[in-house]
């Protein structure tokens, strides 16, 4: 805390504008939130502190000085030398203290597991609390964290009050924190608000040291205790924490490991470099604090931010109003320091930030998306930034099973309940690792549970109290933070609207440099910044993949690092995944920059420039080929390309042997494809090459993306589904002639032709009767051949007959002079004419089904009137038989309307009827005119189509 | 029946207007009432159909006119559904398997063995086996075609297989081997201008000998071809007359056109002018090979006496490269390259030696 109020002190402005990260930063110093270790500092600090100040007499400087000289070689940046010194020392002075004047208590035992020892650490940070003057008493853990009044905690001792306050049962009145130590004794521990600063009680180690000022030997019992102490001490606490990193390790690997473990770390790190040589040095050396994050500070304001927001909601603290004058000033300042455009970006994020919380104080965006390529510390800074606002991480990665419904339940586990046994306390933050490989529909439920509130609103407002309490657990009320390499996967589509998006810019080279730097140093590996920069360069600043890699040189025993290995080196390359756009770039661009900068370079090899240049190039383009993976894309492009390309090449020799190249990977594709014979699929990436090696130039190319093979393969459907809709209805006998070969070749071109004859537009009643003929044959072939004229409107309006199905299409070619085409007349002409020949032929045909009704067709004619009867009973016959003999039975002869007997004068047809109906005698003659006419009718409630009659088409044309 | 194709097509081996020779074996090869399978193969326009269903009808007489469509669907042991349509009579089923694509083995196997292995039961009145016919053997894959094989000798007993494509070179050769090949090449011009004028004379019109033969050049003696033709001039104009213009088929124009772009200048733009062209064509469902066939053809009457092997051989080569490839158009563009190539280099050349 003193190293940052001497650097930030000064300025107002930044105090304002990184308070959030001020606010962490104190809280990393000062505050337990988030687990053993940084209490750990704290306390430890604050003993070294005590040390120095107690200090002021000579004695004590020696020892502190040695114990720098000690560990200096071994020490990592300033910020963290500090650190680490004061772990270290700190861990001696706790020691001596639970031997020296720990003894008196008998509540709290020697700190032999770290968990206890926590618990004492925070008691004490809630007495040091209470003596800070600007705040007033909490009562939360948690809410300690609000501390910025920090300088007045360094000079407070507070050890020597714990026994005092610890009380058997908890305290009548007044403040007080419960704590359990290890053998599950519960004790209470008064918080006294009255404290005063100024009136504490001294440490008495100081009063011991002052007391020894005097003493006759070189160097103080004290100190001499005090360090053999230490040392045993250092072993007891690595076992315990070994013990408890076993421990945490089958309870929650997840977080409680990765803590242990860094303290394990830290002590082991210098205890022995060897002991740790298994694990990877990413872990190793993986950030702890805020400070130490290699990501953009941007990014990491931002996210830290959207988590204070949950603040209000999850701790119940409310946010510090801003005043907005000092917002504009940081607005201001960012302006000076940053360029235009990140301006306005960060601008928009400030707003997402600054926006409203929703009714239930939680931020408007209640997903965080973090996004970028791999080892840019995106998984890192979540946790970090997790653990650092005071929550318990609990991720969920690709290597769960991310099905819907265990998604469901472990989101709904992280979000809605709470470690209840007293390892974690703190609320959870979701952290959902690797989501864009999540199938969609777990991403669905993710949604769901973020929409969940939305929907229930309404009921909410009516639903009784009981019902209300019970939903609104079911409302989201934890952050969730998501972090994906690839932002645009299909299925974080929905989920990109309502996440609040932070995207990953690239790591800077030099603080990458800068960290490698000291991870070399610390493994006793040389290495300069050159080929530290070199490295980070070949991994595209990969912070995972410099690392990997300089452990894979030390495992080799490579403990010399320079530019040559790191240029020969073909481990650090990722597989390069670039787009295709690049790729192509790269192949039709030769590398001129490029070999400028290796020109200028005083290591990279000016004698190899020259020769190597194109084997260089080949190999480049041939890697780059082989890891783009998307072959058939790549090769389409380059063909739709190439020709446009500025060719200096008037043999057309190139063109020859490009396209040639292209027939030789057609063939190998074939061959994979078809035989599936995949080994041959090493040889297509020597396509790009070859086509690099013959249309590479200096200028920038004018890439477009290749959809020629695709339209082709659209207009190839389509033609082909107007073959098959055509073929599809075209009667048998004429289908087994054709083909869809020889339909495209010979048939349906010079088909068209005949389809168009010169007919007059006049009515057709008034052609002659070749004319006539003429007519009837094309509207016969026209059927035959399934082809009709439908009406269509054009975008202006106008109508137009085309053909259905359109074969027009599959025949004309764009480039030649139209045909002569029909007028609109004649199309409507023969449509309709086209249409009632095939009502004809319908009819014609269910009439040859019946043949019995063919002959009273011939009847019809001569007759001219449809009054014959069918000899099939119809229906309606039916019907009205049923209801003739229900009524006839009960009817008497027929009266007239004045009870005369009427006879029957119905006329029925001679011929047929009599025999063909087979009708009981007993039913009377007017049943059977009822039942017989052709023309009958039912109520139908007034509707016009009561009345029917059998109507022929042949009657209508 | 309107078309003129349709409606004078023979329906009898004895009616056949030419190739009687052939009719006559065919006649006498069905007479003893049985067959070995047939691989009929010949150019399109031939009239290998027209005889195969005369050899049926003289098998099992008129009823095999009798068509119907039937849409049969397959389940392939990949658990896809297969659609295809076959056109069947009683006594014979007619199958198109490449239709089905990648799948057409299955639809082989299928099939053909559930018309086999279905007894006919009155084989007294008919014949004891039943007639499948295959069309566009050459395009079935290889697998297919090694699927047909034992089917083929399995099931001799109760079913005949009757081949139609228009190659034999894509027939592997088992197959050919367990077939008689019987070959129909086209009609001679004159052949061709005998039935445009006795189909003419039916219908009542008066047909010149000088459009007949015209007509018959022009269709490349595809018999199919030059009856629409002459149908398509016939409804242009009536009243014949001899130099009267004859409809011709719009990818052939258009390829020749192409030809021609490609004679004219030889640069990269042109190039890809004439690739355009190409998948115009392409996409037209013309395929590959017709549309090499036909650049070659005109190609070769633009240049000159001394270019016409090597571009012949290249032409070859490409071919056989396009058949083994899968996209038809690389190919297609690398013979035009070449050509271009080769030409402008004649072209130069000679120049050099006209100026100096």
Known sequence: MDEYDEMYGIEDDYEQQFADELEVMAEMEHEPPCGVKVSEFRSKRQTFEEALTSA????????????????????????????????????????????????????????????????????????????????????????????????????????????????????????????????????????????????????????????????LLAVPVEVLKEQASERRHRQLVEESQRLTELLNSGIDPELLADEGSEDTEDVNVRVSDESSGSRLWVDRFAPQHYMELLSDDFTNRCLLKWLKLWDSVVFGRERKPRPPAAESRVNGAQNQNQNQRFKTKSQVTEEILEAELDQYKRPKLKVALLSGPP???????????????GYNVVEINASDDRSAELFQKRIDTATQMKSVLGANEKPNCLIIDEIDGAPS??????????????????????????????????????????????????????????????TFPPTQQSRLTQRLAEVTRRQGMKADTGSLMALCEKTDNDIRACI???????????????????????????????????????????????????????????????????????????????????HEKLTQGLYDNFLSMKLKDPSLLGVCSGLDWLCFSDLVNECVLHGQNYSLMRYLPFLPAAFHHLFAANSVPRISYPNSHYEGLMKTQ?????????????????????????????????????????????????????????????????INYNLTYRQERTPEGQYTYVLEPNIEDVVRFSGLPPRRQLTYQVKQLISRETEMERMRRVERAQQKRNPQQTETVEEVKEVKKPQTQKPKI?????????????????????????????????????????????????????????????VWFRFNEGVSNAVRRNVYIRELL | MSLWVDKYRPTSLAKLDYHKEQANHLKNLVQCGDFPHLLVYGPSGAGKKTRIMCLLRELYGAGVEK??????????????????????????????????????????????????????????????????????????????????????????????????????????????????????????????????????????????????????????????????????????????????????TDWEVYLRETANAIVNQQSPQ????????????????????????????????????????????????????LQLGNKAIYHLEAFVAKFMAIYKKFMEDGLDNFMF
């Not at chain 1, 969730?480 to 932002?487: A, K």
Request: charged share 25%.
């Open chain 2, 67 to 248: 068509l119907r469509i039937e849409h049969q669907s397959i389940v392939a042991p990949s658990k896809k559904k297969i659609e295809i349509n076959t056109i069947a009579s009683n006594y014979h089923l007619e199958v198109n398997p490449s239709d089905a694509g990648n799948s057409d083995r299955v639809v082989i196997q299928e099939l053909i063995k559930t018309v086999a292995q279905s007894q006919q039961i009155q084989s007294s009145t008919q014949r004891e086996f039943k007639v499948v016919l295959l069309t566009e053997v050459d395009r079935l894959t290889k697998d297919a075609q090694h699927a047909l094989r034992r089917t083929m000798e399995k099931y001799m007993s109760t079913c005949r297989l009757i081949l139609c494509c228009n190659s034999t070179s894509k027939v592997i050769s088992p197959i050919r081997s367990r077939c008689l090949a019987v070959r129909v090449p086209l009609p001679s011009t004159e052949e061709v201008c005998s039935v445009l004028m006795s189909v003419c004379k039916k219908e009542g019109l008066l047909l010149p000998a000088e459009l007949a033969r015209q007509v018959a050049e022009k269709s490349g003696r595809n018999l199919r071809k030059a009856l629409l033709m002459c149908e398509a001039c016939r409804v242009q104009q009536y009243p014949f007359s001899a130099d009267q213009e004859i409809p011709a």
């Open chain 1, 56 to 215: 002021d007499s000579a004695l004590l400087k020696p020892v502190a000085a040695e114990a720098l000289a000690l560990e200096e070689d071994e020490c990592l940046t300033p910020k963290a030398k500090k650190r680490k010194h004061d772990v270290a020392k700190k861990l001696h002075f706790e020691a001596t203290h639970d031997e020296g004047d720990g003894d008196g208590d008998k509540e709290i035992t020697p700190p032999s597991s770290p968990e206890v020892y926590q618990r004492s650490e925070r008691t004490r940070s809630g007495f040091s609390l209470s003596l800070s003057p600007s705040r007033p008493v909490v009562s939360e853990p948690v809410s300690v964290m609000d501390i910025s009044g920090l300088a007045v905690l360094q000079e407070s001792p507070k050890r020597v009050r714990e026994p005092r306050h610890a009380l058997r049962r908890p305290p009548a009145s007044g403040d007080y924190i419960t704590v359990t130590d290890c053998t599950g004794n519960r004790v209470y521990l008064r918080q006294d608000p009255d404290l005063d600063p100024d009136l504490q009680t001294p440490d008495p180690r100081f009063f011991r040291n002052s007391q020894n000022t005097l003493g």
């Open chain 1, 874 to 934: 119809r229906n309606h016959h039916q019907r009205l038989e049923n209801i003739v003999k229900q009524t006839v039975v009960e009817n008497k002869p027929e009266t007239d309307f004045f009870g005369r007997a009427v006879v029957p004068k119905e006329k029925v047809s001679p011929n047929t009827s009599t025999e063909d109906d087979g009708k009981p005698g007993g039913v009377s003659q007017i049943g059977k005119a009822v039942g017989k006419s052709d």
């Open chain 1, 375 to 389: 080892g840019l510390g995106k998984t890192t800074l979540a946790h970090i930034i997790a653990k650092h606002a």
């Open chain 1, 548 to 630: 990997n890699t300089l452990q894979f040189l030390h495992g080799r025993g490579q403990r010399q690092l320079d530019q040559r290995v790191v240029n020969s080196m073909s481990i650090g390359l990722k597989d390069q995944n670039k787009g295709l756009f690049s790729v192509w770039q790269e192949i039709f661009q030769l590398p001129r920059l490029k070999r400028k900068r290796i020109g200028g370079d005083p290591h990279g090899g000016f004698e190899e420039a020259g020769l190597k240049d194109v084997t260089q190039r080949l190999q480049h383009i041939l890697h780059l080929a082989s890891s783009c993976g998307e």
């Open chain 1, 441 to 502: 529909a777990a991403i669905n439920v993710l949604l769901a549970t973020l929409n969940r509130k939305d929907s229930r609103e309404g009921e909410e407002s009516t639903s009784n109290p009981l019902k209300k309490k019970k939903k609104k657990e079911s409302v989201l009320l934890r952050p969730i933070i998501c972090i994906c390499n690839d932002l645009y996967t299909p299925a974080l589509r929905p989920l990109r609207q309502q996440a609040f998006l932070l």
């Open chain 1, 718 to 782: 389509h033609t082909k589904n107007a073959l098959v809709a055509m073929v599809a209805e075209i009667p048998p006998s004429i289908r087994t002639r054709i083909c869809q070969s020889n339909l495209c070749l010979d048939i349906l071109s010079l088909l068209l032709e005949l389809i168009s004859p010169k007919l007059r537009p006049v009515n057709p009643q008034l052609y002659s009767t070749r004319e006539k003929q003429q007519l009837c044959e094309l509207i016969d072939t026209m």
């Open chain 2, 270 to 321: 042109r190039l890809l002018e004439v690739r355009a062209r190409l998948y115009e064509l392409l996409t037209h469902c013309i395929p590959a090979e017709i549309i090499m066939k036909g650049l070659v053809t005109e190609l070769l009457s633009n240049c000159d006496g001394h270019l016409k092997p090597e571009v012949a051989q290249m032409a070859a080569y490409y071919e056989h490269r």
